[in-house]
């Protein structure tokens, strides 16, 4: 809602003004970028420490770094669809090109700890985040339009929130070259869903994405009635 648009960058130290309407929705990288910048000078200390400090130390993140952070660390390589053929390709730190590199798409990680982090927002807080700052996520932010589900969204700091079925949804995801992970967020269920995906997979569209959401989902639902009918049918005996 900053006005900036998906096509905007800063290189060097300029910050260049909004080229789009303010209180409008896009999926702007620039925004990560400047929120980055804006850590750094709050905190006085390079963004990598700083994640490494405030994110990774406290939920005890085994297999999680930046980008610049990544040299010697045993990292499976990514592959991009290249007219069909899967051409090798891994993470890399982009600050020769653009100084927004880290913060704005330069976190690498793995299921396990992503879940770590997904199990802190369905405790409601914890060491990184308040309860307080949890609840802004989960309500209602500004209109995003169709969501993966195909159903209307909203966004709030980062996070996309619709309906499927009768259930709250949320989620982000993010790319990386070689690379594409997504993470759900469903609090009525006490669900939290982490994917992680080679770029050239036939499973990494938003199509299937959203079905095996759904499937998840389904299956914990049944599996949620079944343990509610064996309770009530012990306590009947």
Known sequence: ???????????????????????EYKDARINYAILGKIVEAVSESDYSEYIQKKIVKPLKLESTYTTDEMSGKDIVGGHDNIFGLPVAKRAVSNDDKEWDAVSATGIVSDAKDMGNVLSMYLAAGGQTLSYDQIEKIYSDGVDCGKTIFGTNGTSSLGWIKTKVGKQDVYYVSGAIDGYISAAFLVPGQDVGIAMLFDTSDVISGNDVISELIKCCMSCNRRESENNRFKSSHDAAY
């Open 1 to 23: 809602t900053s006005g900036y648009t998906a096509e905007q960058s800063i290189k060097g130290d300029r910050i260049p003004a909004p080229d789009g309407k303010k209180g």
